[in-house]
């Protein structure tokens, strides 16, 4: 099957918050998508939790032709200088190319300096958190756990979980009341909801 999808790449650098993409990498992995990381060299980085990861690629060799979906997790680095700005500019060009992308955390920050959230629907930690990057899309923040708007995700730190409910639904790994269930069980702890999957064959 993985023969039969682009990868999905997940970015990694220092500081990078584990837990913001585990769901997602995870139901991806096992839905069938090859998951690559992909780093500002290929040298290894060094998570919040203290993970050494070692990249599959560098940025610069990164082409939106060549994937499926660019996901960006939060990091202390977003909001301490215009280290990760590279990966803003990245998701740019995946957008313009039809390719989506999907920010969590402090890559929601790091999107708006960018003019990504500008003309889009999206959510963050809380609106004054991007309100502080000066970008011009305030108007358009939701209160929401997650939000997709043409093709890009956003979400807040507090909600990996929303977060990959709206990535499996984007690449149509889970739809309709098997996507609900999904987000229902690791969400909420719903034991109803596991029924609904092993009924579909998603548990």
């Known amino acids: 099957m993985n023969g039969t999808r682009k990868p999905v790449h997940l970015a990694v650098y220092d500081t990078l918050a584990d837990?913001?993409?585990?769901?997602?990498?995870?139901?991806?992995?096992?839905?069938?998508?090859t998951v690559r990381t992909v780093a500002p060299t290929t040298a290894p980085v060094t998570s919040i939790g203290g993970l050494r990861v070692q990249p599959d690629l560098a940025l610069?060799?990164?082409?939106?032709?060549?994937?499926?979906?660019?996901?960006?997790?939060g990091a202390d680095l977003?909001?301490?200088?215009d280290a990760?700005?590279?990966f803003a500019r990245t998701?740019?060009?995946?957008?313009?190319?039809g390719v989506p992308v999907?920010?969590?955390?402090?890559?929601?920050?790091?999107?708006?300096?960018?003019?990504?959230?500008?003309?889009?629907?999206?959510?963050?930690?809380?609106?004054?958190y991007l309100a502080a990057t000066?970008?011009?899309?305030?108007?358009?923040?939701?209160?929401a756990d997650a939000v997709t708007d043409?093709?890009?995700i956003t979400a807040g730190p507090t909600e990996p979980v929303a977060f990959a409910r709206e990535i499996l639904g984007l690449l149509g790994v889970y739809e309709g009341e098997v996507l609900d269930a999904w987000y229902r069980l690791f969400h909420d702890s719903d034991p109803e909801a596991y029924a609904v999957l092993e009924k579909a064959g998603a548990a």
């Open 60 to 73: 610069a060799d990164l082409r939106p032709e060549d994937s499926s979906l660019l996901v960006l997790p």
């Open 91 to 97: 998701a740019r060009a995946f957008l313009a190319a």
């Open 78 to 81: 977003w909001d301490t200088g």
């Open 134 to 143: 000066g970008y011009a899309g305030g108007e358009r923040y939701v209160e």
């Open 19 to 33: 837990w913001e993409t585990g769901h997602a990498t995870a139901h991806l992995a096992r839905a069938g998508y």
């Open 102 to 128: 999907a920010a969590i955390c402090g890559a929601t920050a790091g999107l708006a300096r960018e003019g990504l959230l500008d003309d889009r629907r999206h959510t963050s930690a809380v609106s004054f």
């Open 150 to 152: 043409r093709g890009l």
């Open 84 to 86: 990760l700005a590279p």
